[in-house]
């Protein structure tokens, strides 16, 4: 028996897949491949595999050449190419007017959504949503009912694309299940509700969080995905290059003080604090988090989830923390003046402290501290860095080509431009020319100048100037360098940071 390596794109027959179930597929580790002369060609591992592959060519009436591989290597193609014969829309029409208002039950413990293509239509069409989602690498799905139809949208890459249009009269039948699944009240339709549903897509362990408040015209579902495996990365995978690598790095040396990621929402700053706590962890440090909610679980960390409910909050939770004899801790958010104040201190007594801010750009970051009522002196005592961040469309590597710039463009530039680069658009890409995200950072680390500027109240323009004197690159800056690097476009950048001439 020939014995395969890997399986490729072109060797995989998706109509000739779609006859057989996942779950046969799954449960004896065989992949139909294709048939060729009246042979079906299948790989197999182990016994059963081999088993099923003949079981398999008698129902189809042809021969078997049954290929031998590795285990992974017939699961990882099963997860994949079960995942490309169906989506939402397919399933959409599938469904029979008469079962649109069906309800399915809960489920009794986590299953692999790709095994459950037989069920009731409601929770077939919901699978085949979340399906698309995942393949597609969607954030968030967003289920909005208006006054005659309902609208699905995805958020991908960070803009949203509409999906589906399914009828109006699915609508309560939908948001039952969501909440059915999440373990939510499906007879409170007044408030807004969260919840947390887990779920295995194609092997992956994919997390899920819900929110629904009530509309005008019924409630309104939307659901973030996240990946508990694609959490844990590294500095240079969020996005930072080399030499802001480096400078991250060394802030995260210190052993005391606060370490500020700023942005709005979605713009990646708990990615990059995990990503920094990966850095730093090791046997000797004791590191404790205090979230909300956990997004990813983190090995060997500590971490407590917020809960409003029995008055568990940023405040409490930390104050509790610092008697854990912690050496790092990172705090979710930084909300109010109790939290700032207790973080303060926290790094004013040994700790290393990393959080998030919500803010427009570094340096607001202090003029928001001092907002919040902390005095100058001490977010000046306190502070080491902040670290500012967007996210930014990258270019589709399949598409991508090289054109002239027009002198409007050229305007953006510090220097003479000759080439830019964009995407096309393609299959790949969804015609929109951009496959996946970066980051850009802009990072104001905090010296002796700078501190007493700080105590001064020197305004935000002043301490903006010194610093970018001093060599800060400013978001605006760093997004220019990866357009000329060819990683993302002149549009992106200008969509997401604000143009200053006198930044460059």
């Known amino acids: 028996m020939e014995t395969l390596e890997h399986i490729k794109d072109n060797e995989v027959n998706l109509n000739l897949l779609s006859q057989v179930p996942y779950f046969y597929s799954k449960n004896n580790l065989v992949i139909p491949l294709r048939i060729e002369e009246k042979t079906l060609i299948a790989a197999v591992s182990g016994n059963n595999g081999l088993l099923a592959a003949v079981e398999l060519a008698k129902r189809l009436g042809v021969k078997v050449k049954p290929l031998r591989a590795e285990p992974g290597i017939v699961i990882e193609a099963i997860s994949k190419y079960y995942g490309q014969i169906s989506n939402a829309e397919e399933v959409m029409d599938n469904m029979a007017a008469e079962d649109l208002s069906s309800v399915a ?17 409601i929770i077939r069409l919901l699978n085949a949503l979340f399906q698309q989602a995942f393949k597609e690498r969607a954030s968030d799905i967003h289920i ?9 949208r995805m958020r991908i890459d960070g803009i949203l694309h509409r999906v589906l249009r399914p009828p109006k009269i699915i609508q309560e039948a939908l948001i039952s299940r969501i909440k059915i699944m999440a373990n939510l009240d499906i007879a409170e339709k007044r408030l807004p509700q969260d919840g947390r549903i887990r779920l295995l897509i194609g092997g ?14 019924g409630e309104r579902a939307v659901l973030r995905l996240l990946n508990r495996k694609q959490g844990l990365i590294g500095l240079y995978e969020v996005g930072l290059d080399k030499q802001d690598e480096n400078n991250f790095e060394k802030l995260l040396e ?12 979605g713009s990646g700053k708990t990615t990059t604090l995990y990503a920094a706590l990966n850095r730093v962890h090791t046997e000797g440090r004791n590191i404790i988090t205090v979230e909300d909610p956990v997004e990813y679980q983190l090995k060997g960390i500590g971490q407590m989830q917020v809960n409003p409910k029995i008055g568990l909050s940023f405040a409490s939770g930390l104050r509790s923390i610092l008697r854990q004899d912690p050496d790092i801790i990172m705090v979710g958010e930084i909300r109010d003046f109790e939290t700032a104040e207790i973080a303060i201190q926290a790094s004013l007594t040994g700790h290393l402290v990393l959080s998030t801010l919500h803010t ?34 990258n270019i589709c590597p399949y598409c991508k080509e090289t054109f002239m710039p027009a002198p409007s463009e050229e305007a953006y530039f510090p220097m003479p431009v000759e080439q830019l680069y964009r995407g096309k658009g393609c299959k790949e890409c969804r015609e929109s020319g951009y496959l996946g995200r970066t980051g850009i950072f802009e990072i104001l680390s905090i010296d002796n100048n700078l501190r007493q500027m700080i105590s001064q109240r020197v305004d935000a323009q002043a301490i903006r100037e010194y610093a970018v004197s001093k060599g800060m690159r400013t978001l605006y800056a760093e997004g220019i360098d990866k357009v000329l690097k060819g990683i993302t476009t002149l549009q992106e950048i200008l969509r997401v940071t604000q143009k200053d001439y006198a930044e460059i």
């Open 360 to 393: 427009n750009d570094a340096v607001s970051s202090i003029v928001r501290l001092a907002d919040m009522g902390m005095e100058p002196f001490l977010v000046a005592s306190s502070l080491v860095a902040v670290v500012a961040q967007r996210l930014v469309r």
């Open 144 to 152: 909005e009912p208006y006054e005659k139809d309902l609208e699905v």
């Open 105 to 121: 039950t809960e489920f009794e413990k986590p299953r692999d959504i790709l095994e459950l293509t037989e069920d009731a239509p």
């Open 254 to 265: 210190n052993t005391s003080g606060i370490i500020l990621v700023t942005g709005p929402t």
């Open 204 to 217: 992956q362990d994919i997390d899920l969080r819900v929110s629904i408040i009530p509309t005008s015209f």
